[in-house]
């Protein structure tokens, strides 16, 4: 069975500064793929990023990027220029779809992200 | 807006009862997804439906079901509620691209909070 491994519970970043979010998963499949989500205090689940297991790039979305190291099973976002608007639970989470229909997210436990002024 | 609407946004119900959680994917999409969020399982996928039929079953309670109807809407029906079962219910959708490439991201709905007293 897949797990996915979020081991910061909790970090924090000044305003306009870089930081990064660690993940790590657990599987024996070759196709799958990698997603970000964050969660706002509004609780509202919003997709960041996501990356394709047999892409070798990273993928990049504005001020949000991937590290994806395939061979280590580490999947980390990094995000740049931090605002006050990135406050939110971030959660990794891990899918290997089957049959052209999808498939079930598997959520690490989540990254309490604090932006300070 | 991600264009999954879920209804209603909050509930409040006592122990035994039963209730009817209504979601709508994105125009197009025909993968519905059910996950359970709560502080002590985190995020949980439940079930997934694929245009009307189950695809997958992650823990869901036998006291849990769902169904997809032929216009693509979803309900998941929570029966003999227990304590334990108060969460933030989440439907997600997916689905093919008008020119017919499988996308993976899941979409999220506002959720529903249920409360069981």
């Known amino acids: 069975a897949q797990t996915v491994t979020q081991s910061q519970p909790e970090m924090s970043v000044q305003e306009a500064e870089t930081v990064t979010l660690s993940c790590t998963y657990d599987?024996?499949?070759?196709?799958?793929?990698l997603f970000w989500y964050k969660q706002p205090p509004s609780r509202q689940m919003i997709l960041v990023i996501r990356q394709e297991a047999y892409k070798q790039q990273n993928a990049t979305e504005n001020r949000f990027s991937v590290n994806f190291q395939k061979a280590a099973k580490s999947f980390s976002l990094k995000i740049s220029d931090s605002q006050l608007g990135d406050t939110a639970m971030y959660f990794c989470a891990f899918m290997k779809p089957y049959a052209n229909q999808g498939g079930k997210l598997i959520f690490g436990q989540g990254t309490e992200l604090s932006v300070k002024p | 807006d991600s264009g999954v609407t879920q209804t209603p946004k909050h509930l409040i119900t006592a122990t035994g009862q039963r209730v009817t959680l209504r979601c709508s994917p994105r125009?197009?999409?025909?993968?519905v997804y059910w996950y359970q969020q709560s502080l002590d399982q985190g995020l949980q996928f439940l079930i997934q439906?694929?245009?009307?039929?189950?695809?997958a079953k992650g823990n869901i309670l036998e006291r849990f079901s769902a169904q997809q109807f032929p216009d693509l809407h979803s309900e998941l029906n929570l029966s003999s509620l227990e304590l334990g079962d108060s969460a933030l219910y989440f439907c997600a959708s997916s689905g093919p691209t008008s020119g017919g490439a499988t996308r993976y991201e899941q979409y999220f709905g506002p959720g529903t909070r249920l409360t069981v007293t």
């Open positions: 125009s197009g999409d025909l993968s």
């Open positions: 599987t024996s499949e070759n196709n799958y793929y």
């Open positions: 439906y694929y245009n009307g039929e189950e695809r």
